[in-house]
């Protein structure tokens, strides 16, 4: 039997308002795949990758769907189809819902590339401040076909950075440990991390000529180096390549100083003279990484609330938002603190607040009362905007 599905590339986003919803790539656009019931989960994949042109040994395929009928609350996230037998299941379920969709996100497969895979890129960092940034040349591409093709030779001699003195000021940086003719990268943010790692070892500036989906190039900050790189991306797939790469640095070493203004946050050296506002951004960058981002924490709220009335029985919680869906109020009382304090604690309740001294500030509002050893005995906690009568009630 033939069953007609729907696809669409995309990715998977939720919110509090209004719970999970598909983004769709409207590049990519949709396909309408035909499937026997006998199809397997390789089946599957090797034809959404050929009908929306992928390689499947570059990207790694997440296919899900949304089974709205079977769902009570918005926050039941999508079924990941893993297996023939969730593909089983999702025909089975299609055949009498036959407005799914089948959601279709691309990830990069994981490649280890030396000593950066201590990053965590999973957002683009920002740009250093102090960068700068040419205008787009319409000969760029020219340019760079016209130089010569770069030899590298991947003998253990050259696994390491060293600096070759050549012609009196030249100096030819080779660069096996972190970047030759034809690599690949997995995403564009390990092709920028690697250069600015470079940058800071060597001690000399680049400009961004260009910088889009399909095209990064950079060349050395002083015109007359002829030092520079041209990565284009690979078509249906967030991986770059390097093209174009010619090691060879003409400038004088004199000229350059301690100062590098290609690095950024996530990749800022000891003993590097920065901007302070770079500093600022390398101190947030190293404070997100221990503690978590603020924003991603107000997101996970819900979830976390769920998870606690699962575990705790019989605890009360309630969260409110305005009407842009962020954070007002927050109240959270344990089931156990609750029987706890009906079944031994004299009915004495002491509330007070506290000021917060995170990123988006706010006020602790707690209510406790006294054991039978006089120790403090918590039974609600609140968090909101303020101190005033519409939060205390």
Known sequence: MKIHIYASCGLWKSSVKNGWGFLVDDEKG???????????????????????????????????YLPSDLINSIDSPPVIITNDRQVRNFLTYVKNKASTRLSV?????????????????NEEATESPNREEDPM??????????????EVHDNDADKKCEKEKSDGNGVRFSLVDFVKEGQHFSSKMLLKVAFEICAM????????????????????SDDDCSWRVRAEGLTGSS????????????????????SVRTASAKTIE???????SLAWDAREYAINAVKGIPEKGYEK???????????????????ETDSKGRFRFLFISFGQSLRGFHAA?????????????????????????????????????????????????
């Open 30 to 64: 949709g396909r309408l795949l035909t499937l026997d019931t006998s199809s397997t989960f390789d089946d599957l994949k090797v034809m959404v990758c050929e009908d929306f042109g992928l390689d499947i040994n570059v990207v790694k395929l997440e296919l899900s």
């Open 105 to 121: 996100s691309i990830q990069s497969k994981v490649v280890k590339s030396n000593s950066i895979d201590d990053f965590d890129l």
């Open 137 to 150: 040349e319409s000969d760029e591409s020219d340019d760079m076909d016209s130089e010569e093709d770069v």
């Open 201 to 220: 070892k060597h001690n000399f500036d680049y400009k961004l000529v260009k910088s889009d989906k399909k095209v990064w190039y950079i060349r050395c």
């Open 239 to 258: 991986y770059f390549i390097i093209k174009k790469y010619v090691p060879d640095h003409l400038c004088a070493p004199s000229r350059r100083n301690g």
């Open 270 to 276: 000891h003993g590097v003279e920065i901007s302070y």
């Open 301 to 319: 709220i819900p979830k976390y609330l769920h998870m606690m009335r699962e575990a705790n029985p019989g605890t009360q919680t309630s969260y």
């Open 345 to 393: 604690i004299r009915k004495v309740i002491v509330v007070d607040g506290t000021f917060l001294k995170s990123k988006y500030r706010g006020v602790l509002l707690v209510a406790t009362a006294l054991d039978g050893n006089s120790n403090l005995y918590p039974i609600a906690f609140g968090v909101v905007d303020s101190e005033n009568d519409l939060s205390w009630n």
